[in-house]
């Protein structure tokens, strides 16, 4: 079974520009998390859809946002980028059963440089 | 508000040695738990997790242990090999979020020959 797959991983921007991740989760996973990493911050959880609904949201400004597709994949979004975005996003997915947690596997990440 | 916590930065453990990984935790509905290794400019690799209705699971090398009237669980790798050294995190899922991983602040991990 193929992994899950970001792209592309590694972009580099501008400040004021915005930018577009995408993610692929394992085949048949429904529920796909977005991940910011930084050395200061550690990872920060960003949001999470299933089934092509928001279902969670970390505490992050509207500049961020996420949708999913039919089939599953997901796309992020940055607009207005500052020299903070700067960070490795990491997009994970699962297969959460009913009334439990699962195993979250991680893409490779993106690794955006804002300059 | 950090609710998962890694306290210690940084272990260097001989080869063939035990390392032992420490995390606590503040939310009382955190019910599922699980540890990840991280290499450089790599996704997390999921190692081991445990429900909260456990209080051991084990994976070859790979035992976690979970104390909820603590609220600490932890990590023990026996023997430790060179490719353990890596970054480890505890995350931790509340029941009204499944989806939303907490995650503690890591443990760099270094196995010595």
């Known amino acids: 079974k193929a992994g899950v797959t970001q792209t592309p991983r590694y972009l580099i921007k501008t400040r004021g520009q915005q930018v577009t991740l995408s993610c692929s989760p394992i085949?048949?996973?429904?529920?796909v998390s977005w991940y910011q990493q930084t050395p200061g911050q550690g990872l920060q959880f960003l949001f999470e859809?299933?089934?092509?609904?928001?279902?969670n949201k970390g505490n992050f400004p509207g500049r961020f946002s996420g949708r999913q597709f039919s089939n599953s994949r997901s796309e992020m979004n940055v607009s207005t980028l500052e020299l903070g975005d700067s960070a490795l996003y990491l997009c994970?997915?699962?297969?959460?059963?009913?009334?439990?947690?699962?195993?979250?596997?991680f893409g490779p990440g993106t690794r955006l440089t804002v300059l | 508000d950090q609710q998962v916590k890694q306290n210690s930065p940084s272990l260097s453990v001989q080869e063939g040695r035990i390392s032992i990984l420490n995390c606590d935790y503040t939310?009382?509905?955190?019910?599922?738990f699980l540890w990840y290794k991280k290499y450089p400019a790599e996704g997390p690799t999921f190692l081991i997790s445990?429900?909260?209705?456990?209080d051991k699971n084990e994976d070859g090398r790979f035992t976690v242990f979970l104390n909820k009237s603590a609220k600490h669980l932890s990590l023990h790798i026996v023997p430790s090999q060179p490719g353990d050294s890596a970054v480890y995190f505890c995350?931790?899922?509340?029941?009204?979020?499944?989806?939303?991983?907490?995650f503690g602040a890591g443990t760099q991990v270094v196995v010595t020959p």
């Open positions: 994970a997915s699962s297969s959460p059963g009913q009334g439990a947690g699962s195993e979250q596997f």
């Open positions: 085949s048949g996973h429904r529920s």
């Open positions: 859809y299933f089934s092509e609904t928001q279902r």
């Open positions: 939310n009382s509905m955190f019910d599922y």
């Open positions: 445990i429900s909260s209705i456990k």
């Open positions: 995350a931790a899922y509340p029941t009204d979020s499944w989806g939303k991983l907490q």
